[in-house]
């Protein structure tokens, strides 16, 4: 079945580790992206990617990096820089041809700092 | 001020009865507007897409576009318990990024 696949869904760090989240779609999207979620706000954007090899900063990429090698993936790497990084992140995509707007989601992986 | 804005609720109601959810948004560029159910823990899940203004039914749902007050709403007919979840309204223009709601949080009771 056509879908976005996020690991892992639950994910504890330490202070001062990095970690990267998959995300991998079968769905021949172009633009792909990354949302934060925490309780009573929206959905924040970290980065989102429109082609392979290239990505923007959304409106909080401090503390995060992430890379487009392959159309079918974008994974997110949270750093030690970020200094809250308890949250739910959410990986997202959509086609970009014919300007189609619909936004599909995965599953989540809940990242928590011991 | 936000771009969208979205009562978070509590929005408690009995099961059967219509569910209305609304959200509001300052730029008028917006031209794709979205709705998604999100249960606890999981992916938010897209129920309802429309490009402009207009109405758009699917089953139980309806979503409802007026640019002109920059308002948007869906509606959910003959509620059940398992549409107890969070609702969040999403829209954008054509630049491909996408501004959220905050959600509102739906209780059907039986």
């Known amino acids: 079945d056509g879908g976005i696949t996020q690991s892992p869904k639950y994910l504890f760090r330490k202070e001062g580790q990095n970690v990267t989240l998959s995300c991998e779609q079968n769905?021949?999207?172009?633009?792909m992206y990354w949302y934060r979620q925490d309780p009573g706000q929206g959905l924040r954007l970290i980065y989102y990617?429109?082609?392979?090899?290239?990505?923007q900063k959304g409106d909080i990429a401090e503390g995060y990096s992430v890379s487009r090698e392959k159309k079918e993936s974008f994974p997110l790497t949270v750093t030690s820089a970020q200094k809250n990084p308890t949250a739910f992140y959410l990986c997202?995509?959509?086609?970009?041809?014919?300007?189609?707007?619909?936004?599909?989601f995965g599953e989540g992986s809940r990242l928590t700092v011991l | 001020q936000k771009e969208v804005e979205q009562d978070p609720g509590p929005l408690s109601v009995p099961e059967g009865a219509i569910v209305s959810l609304n959200c509001t948004y300052s730029?008028?560029?917006?031209?794709?507007f979205m709705w998604y159910r999100q249960y606890s823990r999981k992916g938010p899940e897209l129920l309802m897409y429309?490009?402009?203004?207009g109405n758009k039914e699917d089953g139980r749902f309806t979503a409802q576009v007026d640019k002109s007050s920059k308002y948007i709403s869906l509606f959910i007919r003959d509620s059940q318990p398992s549409d107890s979840a969070t609702y969040l309204c999403?829209?954008?223009?054509?630049?491909?990024?996408?501004?959220f709601g905050a959600g509102t949080q739906v209780v059907v009771t039986p």
């Open positions: 999403a829209m954008s223009g054509s630049w491909g990024k996408f501004q």
């Open positions: 429309t490009y402009s203004s």
């Open positions: 730029n008028s560029a917006f031209q794709y």
């Open positions: 997202a995509s959509r086609r970009t041809t014919l300007n189609t707007g619909e936004l599909f």
């Open positions: 769905l021949n999207h172009d633009a």
């Open positions: 990617s429109q082609i392979v090899n290239d990505f």
